[in-house]
């Protein structure tokens, strides 16, 4: 489903150079649920943008979904991301100009979803993280396990084949935090690929599998009851 | 405190150079504008306060109602009018009669040889009445023998050489006339446009061949200096009595029937620019014109304010930090605000500066184009440099007090946690703002493309001529001879004579009877081949034919012409169609000998005439005013009054060398005269020569107010596309392409400028609506000047932020999301 081989990322400046990851290789499966783990500056971030198509690597192979994606240029990474894949952030990045109900509503903007059918899908998805009573409020009006709720919808509702978390619960307290690991759980049962980074030991107790990234390397890998 | 407070503010500056540079450049293009606005403005409002004790003077304003198609209002009066108002008025000082206008006398010295168009033919008294300083000789003396010409300083120099020629001789009209003084060039906020001025004891001067034209020849301005203490208003009350006295009995009986009404005004020298007539020696100025203006002017500089205040705003987050630290060291409010103030007051105070300079390096093109010597001396020009400065700090204190109070409301413990900045109510405004600038924006270039239309029309379409390779050539008068010499070159189509009446240039009219009815009409005297070289054709029945001899009054003697009329005439008459008026006999008075020296001779016996033919309504004058019913005969061709232009036809592929031809045979058969040709259409260009101007104007500040309006926008889509970098990584991370973020930001930017359209086009469409009031024919407000108008200002809107648009939406959304 996912398949890195060798892949390394570095950051240039006109004065430094930094090796964010290096020789990187791992395989994640169609519905399996991910957590990367590891300290600040570990390459974590790096990772999951690569993941997410939101970068390219510098060196190595990227398979996604069964094709070599490391050289696709910026437009052919843009259809795939708007096609397969779903963003949850720990900052939530919700923007603020728009509704809850918006801000869901444009994951399904670029995918030329007809517009009686997306007002369906965002209810729906609205529904199925209970913030449906919320739908015309303003991302501001909203407290954070509520918003990342909305992140989560905004994740959601496109059906994607893979949801990348980076730190979906990092800034929300221990019951929404909870919440939200249930929706992430919910969506690998239905066979959605889920790879998730997170500090926390326990929310990372909900994966199938924790990768262990030190100084941009995968240091361990651990198989977890599924 | 202060000195902390200017160093934020000139590094603030510094490092934001793109920012600053923008901000600066905009206010000191829309205060420069300002300036030289309020500079021509101030100009065209002190006419001729220079005089000493102008308070004294008038112009006599002659207004004539009674059967005449419109009522006359002109600044010209009899000869004898000056004075009969000495005779009557002790408390009249001085008075002095000028005539200025119609054709330039040939002034010749040596190798100059030229129609002077600056000529003035005066009373001695002129310069008593209108004093002005001398260079050489006493003015107020100098023209009291009949061979006198006073020069200004500059006509000195363009004939002799020299500041002070006394005693040196010019050629007038083939007249030697001594130079017996030299003034001081006429200041250009002048109404009199003199570098000769010929004595009106002259023989052959204007006012004295005119001023035997009787009680209905207004051809002369008179002007009167009251004695010190006597007082205008109290004169006028007295001038009905005195028209009632001495003039309509003579008007009376020369025109029994005309039923005419004479009104005397007295008009303040300094109105004569405000107040026009016709007659005027330099073409007025229109108040609700230069209104108009000030308020563009006033509107200038509210788009580069409101630039000021968008840019100001738009990099508050910029200095969100710098406020919460100060904030949390214990800064108030009321600081920060201080702050913020003094420092868009050292942002205008380099504007001003900036604008200063432009202003002076732009100003002798703008006296250029508007031929007008305005001097812009700020140092010693204690009441214009107090109102830039006024002015400046005005417009720095209105516009910073909003950004002071944005940035000052900041509060420290969400901008320095990194919270969100500001709301959208901020947002708000400075959409608002930008509406309001792209407002006025499209406004002005209607107005200008209204402007521009008008006149294309005015000068092509409304005189229902065709004047394409037409070259007039005056000569006074016109003769046979000359016009059968012209005729005879190769490169001649066409060519025939035509009185000034003909070509609008004054004009003159008669009452004529037909089956009854009294109607008061123009007439004007013409040539065979006149129409036919202008390409005017007959509407019913025919041209007059120099082969047939009853046409030619020349030959027919005391017995009456026949006569063509245009459209207006048959209107006149009541007729359904030009076809109706052929045919019809009309009584008209027929001078076989017709000299205006010779009006005031007994009213000429009646003559009845057949109208032979209709021809459409055609004008040389200007589309301010109605095509006059009109009718026109082949006349003797006496004087300058009968026969004063031929009019040639050319041969367009044989201009080059049929001009030299032409100004050869001139010079054979005129006897010396300098040769004065025009080619029609610039002819025509005179009557609109303000409209020019206006229109010039107005294109001028409409780019102005575009460029100051673009470098807003610019540097607003530079910072909208920075503030929203977060919320375009998260559409790129959803799926938009880059396209999708181009035309979202694209479409965002295009919004304010489809409101500031319906906003500006009512207000367009009121003030150019006004506008072509003023025109008897105009062109209709066109819808699609309205459409060019919004989508030139749309494309310019986009093409000025299509930069930093495009530049965004390619980023990569893990810079975005990142930024965050």
Known sequence: MLKLEHVSKVYRTSEVETLALSDVSLEIGGGEFVAIMGPSGCGKSTLMNLLGLLDSPSEGAYWFFGEDVARYSEARLTGLRRDRIGFVFQSFNLIDDLTVAENVEVALLYRKVPGPERKRRVREALERVGIAHRASHRPQQLSGGQQQRVAVARALVSEPKLILADEPTGNLDTANGEAVMALLSDAAKAGVTVVMVTHSLTQAASAHRTIKLLDGRVVAETLLAA | ?820
């Open chain 2, 1 to 820: 405190m202060f000195r902390n407070y200017l160093a934020a503010a000139l590094r603030n500056l510094t490092r934001n150079g793109l920012y600053a540079g923008i901000t600066i450049a905009g206010l000191a293009i829309g205060f420069a504008a300002a300036i030289l606005i309020g500079l021509y403005v101030r100009h065209e409002l002190t006419y001729d306060q220079f005089v000493p004790g102008h308070g004294q003077v008038y112009l006599v304003n002659l207004k004539i109602t009674g059967a005449i198609d419109q009522p006359i209002n002109e600044d010209t009066t009899t000869a004898d009018l000056a004075d009969q108002l000495k005779l009557d008025f002790p408390q009249i000082q001085y008075t002095a009669r000028l005539i200025g206008t119609g054709f330039p006398p040939a002034v010749r010295r040596g190798d100059i040889n030229v129609g002077e168009q600056n000529f003035i033919w005066a009373d001695p008294d002129v310069f008593k009445v209108m004093p002005v300083p001398a260079v050489a000789g006493d003015p107020a003396t100098a023209l009291e023998a009949p061979d006198a010409v006073v020069l200004s300083r500059s006509g000195a120099r363009k004939y002799f050489g020299r500041d002070a020629p006394i005693g040196g001789v010019l050629q007038v009209d083939g007249h030697p006339m001594r130079v017996t003084a030299v003034i001081e060039d006429l200041p250009s906020n002048s109404h009199l446009r003199g570098d000769v001025f010929g004595s009106s004891k002259a023989a052959f001067s204007a006012i004295s061949q005119y001023g035997r034209g009787g009680a209905l020849s207004n051809v002369v301005a008179t002007y009167i200096r009251l004695k010190p203490g006597a007082s205008g208003p109290e004169m006028q009350a007295e001038l009905p009595g005195f028209v009632a006295k001495r003039i309509m009995p003579a008007i009376n009986e020369q025109a029994p029937n005309e039923h005419l009404h004479e009104v005397f005004t007295l008009k303040p020298l300094t109105s004569i620019h405000l107040e026009t007539a016709s007659g005027d020696l330099k073409p007025g100025a229109d108040v609700k014109v230069l209104a108009g203006i000030a308020v563009i002017g006033v509107l200038i500089v509210l788009v580069a304010a409101i630039n000021f205040v968008t840019l100001m705003t738009a990099r508050a987050s910029r200095r969100a930090v710098e406020v919460g630290v100060r904030k949390a060291v214990g800064a108030e409010r009321r600081d920060l605000i201080v702050q913020f103030m003094g420092e868009a007051l050292v942002y205008v105070a380099i504007a001003l500066v900036v604008a200063v300079a432009l202003a002076e390096l732009v100003l002798p093109g703008v006296n250029a184009a508007l031929q007008r010597k305005i001097a812009f001396d700020y140092l010693s020009d204690l009441p214009l440099l107090a109102s830039m400065i006024a002015v400046a700090a005005g417009v720095g204190l209105l516009a910073g007090i909003y950004p002071a109070l944005v940035l000052s409301a900041f509060r420290p413990a969400l901008v320095l946690k990194g919270g969100p900045i500001e709301g959208a109510g901020g947002a708000r405004v400075r959409q608002l703002l930008v509406v309001a600038q792209f407002a006025v924006l499209i406004t002005l270039v209607l107005s200008t493309l209204t402007i521009y239309r008008q006149t294309v029309f005015a000068l092509k379409d409304a005189t229902h001529t065709d004047k394409d390779q037409v070259v007039m050539l005056f000569a006074s008068p016109c003769t046979d001879t000359l016009r059968d010499a012209v005729r005879a070159l190769p490169g001649v189509v066409g060519a025939g004579c035509a009185s000034p009446y003909a070509i609008s240039f004054g004009d003159t009219i008669d009452e004529i009877t037909t089956g009854g009815r009294l109607l008061t009409t123009h007439f004007a005297p013409v040539d065979f081949g006149f129409f036919e070289v202008y390409g005017v054709k007959p509407l019913a029945g025919r041209l007059f034919e120099e082969s047939r001899p009853g046409d030619d009054a020349a030959r027919t003697g005391a017995t009456a012409p026949p006569i063509v009329v245009n459209q207006s005439f048959v209107r006149a008459l009541g007729l359904a169609s030009p076809q109706a008026a052929l045919g019809h006999q009309i009584v008209w008075h027929y001078r076989p000998n017709f000299r205006l020296a010779q009006n005031d001779a007994p009213a000429p016996p009646s003559a009845s005439s057949e109208i032979v033919g209709v021809v459409p309504d055609f004008t040389f004058g200007s589309a301010r005013d109605l095509i006059p019913p009109t009718y026109y005969y082949v006349a003797a061709k006496n004087d300058l009054v009968t026969s004063v232009v031929l009019n040639i036809k050319l041969d367009p592929s044989r201009v080059a060398e049929t001009l030299p031809a032409i100004d050869r045979v001139w010079d054979r058969t005129s006897g010396g005269l300098p040769v004065q040709r025009f080619f029609a259409d610039q002819f025509l260009l005179r009557l609109y020569i303000d409209t020019l101007i206006q229109g010039a104007f107005i294109a001028v500040c409409a780019l102005i107010a575009v460029s100051i309006a673009c470098l807003g926008l610019f540097a607003l889509s530079a910072y909208t596309a920075e503030r929203r970098t977060k919320e375009i990584g998260v559409r790129k991370a959803m799926g938009a392409s880059s396209g999708d973020i181009l035309k979202l930001l694209l479409w965002q930017f295009s919004q304010p400028v489809l409101i500031a359209c319906l906003v500006a086009w009512p207000i367009a469409w009121l003030a150019m609506n006004w506008w072509l009031q003023g025109f008897a024919y105009r062109v209709d407000l066109a819808p699609w000047t309205f459409l060019a108008s919004g989508a030139a200002a749309v494309v310019i809107a986009l093409a000025t932020v299509l930069a930093h648009a495009w530049r965004v939406s390619r980023a990569k959304p893990v810079g975005a999301l990142r930024y965050e």
